[in-house]
């Protein structure tokens, strides 16, 4: 269900604001296809607090 149900997006963005808008678009009802590099994926992931390690 959503606004944007029977919509599929392809995903090639990276770092933060690409995939935070990626999100929303599903949270509305959006397939979303994430297409990541295929030996590191999204930069993001790696990304932690500052008091981690």
């Known amino acids: 269900m959503g606004a944007l149900k029977g919509i599929r997006i392809m995903d090639v963005s990276r770092v933060l604001a690409g995939?935070?808008?990626?999100?929303?678009?599903?949270?509305?009802?959006?397939?979303?296809i994430k297409v990541e590099h295929?030996?590191?994926?999204?930069?993001?992931?790696?990304w932690g607090p500052p008091f981690v390690g």
């Not at 995939?19 to 599903?26: A, R």
């Not at 295929?38 to 790696?46: A, C, I, K, N």
Request: hydrophobic share 30%.
């Open 38 to 46: 295929h030996e590191s994926g999204d930069e993001t992931r790696g």
């Open 19 to 32: 995939p935070f808008c990626s999100m929303i678009l599903g949270d509305l009802g959006a397939e979303v």
